[in-house]
């Protein structure tokens, strides 16, 4: 369960953008997301390897 805590005197939109931001972090909705159809593990695996490939690319055009 998400708690926020708010202080006295806090703006609304203020809490209910702490509250959105702690919920992203769980990653709840990703979950649910990725749950609606089966990927079959090759298919996981492919997409791991082609981010790895893209994020690799990324660092290296950093450095």
Known sequence: MIIVPLKEGENIERALKKFK???EKTGVMRELRSRQAFVKPSVKK???LKKAIYVQK???KED
């Open 21 to 23: 931001r702690k919920f």
């Open 46 to 48: 492919r997409e791991e």
């Open 58 to 60: 990324l660092q290296e």
